[in-house]
């Protein structure tokens, strides 16, 4: 008996190391990023780094605000394009399809969102950049390459589609029977049932859904890299090229060895990515907590 307790006290102990080491793990994280972009903070001030549009590393300008505003774009449209789509996915297969149609769709689910990012990339630069350069541009009155904000979006959206269909579903179901069995015997109808109580009783749910969505298109980076044109500008429309910062580093982070300032510049910018990215996913358990409360 004495042995198991041991046993079970030594397990304790390892899986609290463990968890706290993780914690760790993400603070240093965040310490080691903001003690490699101090160089260029003791440069510029926050606000300077922040707002101005001049990206010139071999002169030593270092402005930031044209690869906030393309990941803001891009974030912002695909998870606008996924939003709808996926909720009303998620509403039919929850509460109106088929026990044969779910099991149909589910495994299409998990293979969608298990595809690397570099598919999604190719699949956006052989179908999606050409659409938008020769059949969206065209209607708008434009012209364009088609490596634009829009084709960004539409790629990261439907790579979130399943992320959001996923926690949708799960949001849904957690919704008791016999709320919807009460709706209807009032004479409800399954869409009103669906409105007035699945829906607002999930609310909180959805809206932490969105953030992790918002949180894992800000991190994407082959997929946009493959289709957003990759310039330093701050973009007018959708149909402009844009600069997310994740492709920022991905691109210039080879070419940073041999010059110092540019290398804490892109440590700065990976900063900003994980301090966004942190703050969406806290808030987002704030919210999943709320709810479950």
């Known amino acids: 008996m004495d042995i198991r307790l041991a046993k079970d006290t030594i397990a304790a102990k390892v899986m609290a190391t463990l968890t706290i080491?993780?914690?760790?793990?993400?603070i240093a994280m965040g310490v080691g990023l903001y003690l490699k972009s101090r160089p260029i903070l003791q440069?510029?001030?926050?606000?300077?780094?922040?707002?101005?549009?001049?990206w010139k590393p071999l002169r030593g300008q270092f402005g930031f605000f044209p690869f906030l505003m393309g990941t803001l774009w891009v974030t912002v449209l695909a998870v606008a394009f996924a939003l709808p789509i996926s909720l009303l996915t998620a509403i039919y297969l929850t509460e109106y399809s088929r026990s044969?149609?779910?099991?149909?769709?589910?495994?299409?689910?998990?293979?969608?969102a298990g595809l690397p990012s570099v598919i999604f990339g190719v699949w956006g630069t052989l179908l999606i950049v050409p659409f938008v350069s020769d059949k969206v541009a065209?209607?708008?009155g434009r012209s364009s390459s088609g490596y634009t904000i829009l084709a960004g979006a539409i790629v990261l959206g439907v790579m979130i589609l399943p992320l959001l269909v996923s926690l949708f579903i799960e949001l849904f179901s957690n919704v008791g029977k016999d709320d919807r069995e009460a709706s209807l015997s009032l004479g409800a109808t399954r869409w009103q049932t669906t409105r007035h109580v699945v829906l607002r009783k999930t609310i909180p749910g959805i809206i932490a859904a969105v953030?992790?969505?918002?949180s894992?298109?800000?991190g994407?980076?082959?997929?946009?890299?493959?289709?957003?044109?990759?310039?330093?500008?701050?973009?007018?429309?959708?149909?402009?090229a844009c600069y997310p910062?994740?492709?920022?580093?991905?691109?210039?982070?080879?070419?940073?060895?041999?010059?110092?300032?540019?290398?804490?510049?892109?440590m700065f910018a990976a900063f900003i990515l994980f301090f966004v990215v942190l703050v969406f996913n806290l808030f987002s358990r704030l919210v999943l907590k709320k709810f479950k409360q």
């Open 21 to 26: 080491a993780s914690l760790f793990l993400v």
């Open 43 to 54: 440069e510029e001030s926050l606000w300077t780094l922040l707002s101005s549009s001049e």
């Open 100 to 112: 044969f149609v779910r099991k149909f769709i589910y495994p299409l689910l998990d293979i969608l």
């Open 138 to 140: 065209p209607w708008i």
């Open 211 to 214: 953030v992790l969505a918002l």
């Open 216 to 218: 894992r298109t800000l």
């Open 220 to 240: 994407e980076t082959i997929a946009v890299l493959m289709v957003c044109g990759n310039l330093a500008i701050v973009p007018g429309s959708i149909l402009d």
């Open 245 to 266: 910062i994740p492709a920022l580093i991905a691109n210039a982070y080879g070419e940073m060895m041999s010059m110092p300032l540019y290398e804490s510049a892109l």
